[in-house]
């Protein structure tokens, strides 16, 4: 079985607690009523702080045989010439 992913949970527990508020009867709920929104709010500034500090999905590398082909290279006359010239003052 695969996790909920994190979006789905906060709006999830989002839902929760708004309807928790809007069937809550102040006068007669007490310290347990409370402490359930306590906790759904902390864990939906849990779950949005570890979403903020997940890097953003990268798409994965593809795979080096489906790369295109290198271009051979050749190297221009000007550096050879060059390499010319310092051999040349090596002798």
Known sequence: MNPRPAQETVD???????????????VS????VAELKRILLNRIAELETLQAL???????APAPSDLPPIAAAEEPPAQEAAGATILEKLN
């Open 12 to 26: 999830s527990l989002r839902v929760t607690l708004q309807k928790l508020e809007q069937a809550a009867d102040p």
């Open 29 to 32: 709920d007490g310290q347990d």
């Open 54 to 60: 997940q890097p953003e999905e990268v798409a994965p």
